[in-house]
C-alpha cells in the first residue's frame, strides 16, 4: 500500500524527463550527502550488493558499512585501504573481503579520517582499481567536504544522493544542487513516511530541475534496529516487511543499472 502511494505521487510530481538514462560504461558510483542521518550508508550498502559490486567505505565514523557488515578494523594491524591509497594508482588494488549474502567490501579505518590523501590521488586510484576489479565499485563517503569524499565524487560517473524530504533538507538540498553542479548525479528520495506531504515533493521537483529523481525508499525504520548483516537485498527467504524493502532498493539499482532504450 505505502509503494502503492509513493509510486502514484511520485509519478504524479515528477516529470517524465527526470527519468535517468545510464552508460554502460559506469563504473565508480559514489553515494554522497553533506549531512547524517540522510540514510546514505544503507543506500550504499543495498547498492553494491543489488549491482554486484565492490564497497569501498571511505568512511572513519561509526555506523560505517563496514561496521554494518561485521568488520572490526580494530582487529587488524594495518589499514589495506590507507596502504593502497598511499601506493597508489600504479600498486596492487586492496584486498576485497567477501561473505555469502552481503556486498563485497573493501573495509574503511579510523585513521581515514587524519590522513593527508590528496583528493586527485583518490581519484585515479578508484578509477585504476574500478578497471582491475572489472564490476562496479560503489563508494561510501563521509558526509561533506574532505579530499576523500572529493576523489570518490571525481572519479564517479554518477554520484547518488539520498534526499529526506523536509523542511530543512530541502534547504540543504537547494545548496547541494548549486555546489555540484559539475557532478552527474541521481537524487534518491530515502526514508519517505507512508503519506509524504504533497509540498516536499512539489519542492523536490522544484528543485531537481533537470537532476535525475529515482523511484523512493520508504521509511523502514526496522532497518535502524536490525543486526543481521545480510544485505535486505540478497537476504534469502526474507520477510514481507525485508521483501518490500528490498524490491525498493533494486529499484533505485535498476535506475542506475539499466541502459537506455
Known sequence: MHATMHAWLFASVIAPEHAFEYDQSMSVIAVAATKGGVGKTTLAYELAAA?????????WDGGSASAMWGHD??????????????AGPGG??????????QPALVPGHPDLGASNI??????????????????????????GANPLTDGAMAAADLVVV?????????????????DWVAYRLLLVPNKVPPSPPRRWVEALAHLAGSTPVATPISEHRWLTRRVRRAAVTLQPHPGQAVARAADEFRAVAATVEQASA
Open 51 to 59: 549491482l554486484g559490486g565492490v564497497l569501498v567505505d571511505l568512511e
Open 73 to 86: 578494523a580494530g582487529a587488524f594491524r594495518r589499514s589495506p585501504i590507507l596502504d593502497a591509497l598511499e
Open 92 to 101: 596492487a588494488p586492496p584486498r576485497v573481503r567477501r561473505k555469502p549474502h
Open 118 to 143: 590528496p583528493d586527485d590521488l583518490v581519484s585515479d586510484c578508484l578509477a585504476a582499481w574500478a578497471k582491475e576489479w572489472a564490476v562496479p565499485v560503489v563508494v561510501d563517503t563521509h558526509p
Open 162 to 178: 539520498p534526499v529526506v524530504l523536509a523542511a530543512r533538507e530541502m534547504d540543504g538540498l537547494e545548496r547541494l544542487l548549486n
